[in-house]
Every structure is written in C-alpha cells, then in structure tokens.
C-alpha cells in the first residue's frame, strides 16, 4: 500500500524569504501523481500544484515550485517570497494512475505541516 | 461558479446520537468523495461515487456510516449511532468525469462526538 510522509508537523518563515515542505512517499507503481494541497485558517482546502510521476520536469506555479525526485521518492515543496496569506497548513498526497473501468482515485494524505508567516 | 459546499459546518452531538452530513459537489462533477482527518492525523479516505453508484467504499469504517448519494447529485454521510472516536473533520471533495481531474474540496464539517 501507497504511504505518504510528512516530517515536518510545523515550520515557520519570515515573510518575503523561502521556505521548503518536505515530502516523501513510498510506492511499487511506475507511474502516479502527487499534489500539495494548502488549507488556510477555517477556510477550505485548495489545490497548490500537481505533479504527474512520468513528466521529469518540476511542476512550477508562480512562487510555488516542486523537487520532485522519483528514484527518492521525494516530493519537496518551495515556496519563495513568502507572503502572509501563504500562512496555512499544507498537505501533500498521493494518487495512483486512473484506469479505464474506473478504479478508484483516491488521495492518500500525509498528516500535514502547519506553515507559520512571520512578518 | 459555486465550490463544493457542506452542511452543516460544526456539529456537537453525544455518543450514541445520529448525525448527517450533507454535500453538494460543483455542478457537472460526476465524481464525489468523502474523506476524514481525525485530529492530528492523516486525511484519510472514506468512499467514492460516481454518479449515484458507489465506486469505491474501502475506507468506511464500519457499518455505522451509511453513505448515499440519490440521483447523482448532492451526498449525505450518516453516523447512527455517533462514538467518540468519529470526531474528526469530514471534507468531501468533487471532480470532472474524466479520471485525470483535480479534486475539489468543501471547507469540511467539524463533527464533536461528546
């Protein structure tokens, strides 16, 4: 079974530097997706970026980038500039390939890292 | 366009009560998930439906959660009867058809099992 881990219950940044949320998994498919999802204070969970197993670039979107190294199954997320907003906790997860015939697309989390802002 | 929403948004209920929550997914979203974060842990994954079928219910823990989902719209999850360690944030989450697509999420339901 597919597991997701996140090392790092809590980190904090001064805002405008960058600071990196770690991820690893573990896995026996070739091919997967992984995402980081953010959820700010009391407000709902909203997709970060995505990161398709077989593309070997990073997945990039505006400041938020991706380490995303296969063979260590590392799945690192860098967020530069921070910003005050970006204050939140951030999981990351896991879903394996679809399949015709529907099987299912589950996410498997990890158990997050709260993000503190620091002004 | 409309998120995904839940109802209600905190509920505190005492053991052996019944609770329902309600979710409606983004319009068009044949895909409906119900996940689970019991405090400090992992999201964990409760079913999935398409449509009104049940395509996955490998993570519902036990019989007492009853999912539903008539007429392929909105999804209810009851909790008869509620135990303490039911408490926890139910999210539900929707998607596109199509089996690449990004999952949505509601802002969850804060359920206090007393």
Not at chain 1, 10 to 15: I, L, N, R, Y
Not at chain 2, 20 to 27: E, F, G, M, Y
Not at chain 2, 51 to 66: A, H, I, T, V, W
């Amino acid at each position: 079974a597919q597991t997701v881990t996140q090392s790092q219950p809590e980190m904090s940044v001064q805002e405008a530097e960058t600071v990196t949320l770690s991820c690893t998994y573990d896995t026996s498919e070739s091919d997967y997706y992984l995402f980081w999802y953010k959820q700010p204070p009391s407000r709902q969970m909203i997709l970060v970026i995505r990161q398709e197993a077989y593309k070997q670039q990073n997945a990039t979107e505006n400041r938020f980038s991706v380490n995303f190294q296969k063979a260590a199954k590392s799945f690192s997320l860098k967020i530069s500039d921070s910003q005050l907003g970006d204050a939140a906790m951030y999981f990351c997860a896991y879903r394996s390939p679809p399949f015709y015939g529907g099987a299912t697309n589950k996410l498997i989390f990890g158990t997050g890292t709260l993000l503190a802002v620091q002004p | 366009e409309a998120g995904v929403t839940q109802f209600p948004s905190h509920s505190v209920i005492e053991k052996g009560q019944t609770v329902t929550l309600r979710c409606d997914p983004i319009s068009g979203h044949d895909n409906l998930y119900w996940y689970r974060r019991v405090m400090g842990k992992e999201i964990k994954f409760l079913l999935h439906f398409v449509k009104e079928s049940k395509q996955d219910e490998s993570g519902m823990p036990n019989n007492r959660f009853l999912a539903e989902r008539t007429g392929g719209t909105y999804s209810t999850l009851k909790v008869q009867p509620a135990e303490l360690e039911d408490s926890g944030v139910y999210f539900c989450a929707s998607s596109l058809p199509q089996n690449k697509e990004t999952q949505y999420f509601g802002p969850g339901t804060r359920l206090l099992v007393l």
